[in-house]
């Protein structure tokens, strides 16, 4: 058994994660622990302070007793807004109150594009273009190319929750550029994990998502490589461990 650990912010697009622990296996566990999300708005100010050692270390509290052998902060704009060595240091600060590997959805989505030897990329995002164009300056500095950003301006993490598949699929449509190698949709709140086939097909091209990527990360902090198509082009990378 391989047990994944994440912490998570407030209540929006979590049950994504059980959906992609079916997916997975019956020999991998997805445990999930909400932090205090304190004002739920994306903006710098309140993105930072949720992302702040003080909330992650309540979390981590309750996330010890699970026997999580690995453990992600489930949220791209509570890492990113820090900045790339601002996020290093939270990443690091981590794992020494978690005693074990550590990362954020920041850093899975630069280890995904990785993973699958994409270097431009377009990305879709929920947030105000301001906190949006901060996620792009993060993958700039990791060495990727952003060919185009879509921003859909909405400031709440629960209204993003309510999205379905049609708005999903506008906004992957929107953001994607003829020369952009893969789509990346960064937003933990945005439920995902059931479109990912259909985003996949529709674009022709990988699409990589924040709860996705959060979960990869999680199996990649753990050596654990699964076959597991349902989960995009990300989820059929060699070593294969078939489900």
């Not at 058994?1 to 959906?19: I, K, N, Q, V």
């Not at 304190?38 to 100010?45: L, N, P």
Request: with cysteine.
């Amino acid at each position: 058994m391989t047990a994944l650990g994440f912490l998570y912010p407030g209540h929006s697009g979590e049950d994504d994660y059980p959906r992609i622990e079916q997916l997975l296996g019956s020999d991998i566990r997805v445990d999930l622990i909400h932090t205090d999300i304190g004002e739920d708005a994306h903006r710098v100010d309140a993105l930072r302070e949720m992302g702040s050692t003080d909330r992650l270390a309540a979390g981590m509290e309750q996330l010890r007793l699970t026997g999580a052998e690995t453990v992600v902060w489930a949220c791209t704009s509570g890492s990113f807004v820090y900045g790339w060595e601002g996020a290093q240091e939270q990443v690091r600060t981590l794992a020494r109150l978690a005693g074990m590997p550590a990362s954020s959805t920041s850093f899975a989505f630069v280890h995904a594009a990785r993973e699958l030897g994409v270097r431009r990329v377009a990305v879709g995002a929920t947030y105000p273009e301001d906190v949006a164009a901060l996620f792009c300056d993060f993958l700039r500095v990791a060495g990727l190319e952003v060919v185009k950003v879509q921003s859909s301006g909405i400031v709440t993490a629960a209204e993003v929750g309510t999205w379905g598949e049609a708005e999903v699929l506008a906004l992957a449509r929107a953001a994607d550029a003829s020369g952009a190698q893969a789509v990346l949709l960064p937003d933990t709140a945005l439920h995902t994990a059931a479109h990912l086939p259909a985003l996949e097909k529709t674009l022709g091209k990988p699409v990589l998502t924040a709860n996705q990527v959060s979960v990869w990360e999680g199996l990649r902090l753990a050596d654990r490589r699964v076959n597991a198509p349902t989960l995009g082009a990300l989820f059929t990378r060699e070593p294969i461990v078939q489900v």
